[in-house]
């Protein structure tokens, strides 16, 4: 088996450290390969989505990144039916978008938020 190196935060370690003692993990690496084949299961089954779609994206950030979102939310005007922004932990806001439209406009939406690193967490959830 490849081996790669990774550099990795020290919250992101402790984080780690909790999962594995929380889930049972059995050690580091078997985490990271559960997070990346969450990862490309989830981007598998974004990249086959077609035609019209009704979908909901999550989008997790802190106040500081307000004008990014803000910036990406009227870029996509059309497929927004509803927002919802929300204060969710000292700094922290979530943004839920309910969303109608074309599926590959849906994913440069969402791809948008994901490539962006001032952005926590997002999350879609299409049918």
């Known amino acids: ?18 999962l594995k003692k929380s889930m ?3 050690g580091r690496s078997e985490i990271i390969r559960a997070g990346i084949r969450n990862l490309i299961s989830e981007e598998k089954q974004r990249t086959n989505l077609s ?8 989008v ?11 910036g990406i939310k009227h870029n996509y005007e059309d497929l927004i039916d509803t927002h919802l922004h929300s204060k969710i932990d ?10 109608h439209g074309q599926a590959d406009k849906v994913d440069v939406m969402t791809r948008d938020f994901k490539i ?6 997002v999350k879609l959830v299409a049918t």
Do not use: W, Y
């Not at 997790?60 to 803000?70: F, L």
């Not at 962006?116 to 967490?121: K, S, V, Y």
């Open 60 to 70: 997790v950030h802190d106040e500081v990144s307000e004008q990014i979102v803000t």
């Open 90 to 99: 000292g700094n922290k806001c979530m943004e839920l978008f309910l969303l």
């Open 24 to 26: 049972g993990f059995s």
């Open 51 to 58: 035609g019209v779609i009704h979908a909901i994206l999550m």
């Open 1 to 18: 088996m490849p081996i790669i190196s990774i550099s990795l935060n020290e919250e992101i370690l402790s984080e780690i450290d909790k």
């Open 116 to 121: 962006n690193r001032r952005i926590d967490h």
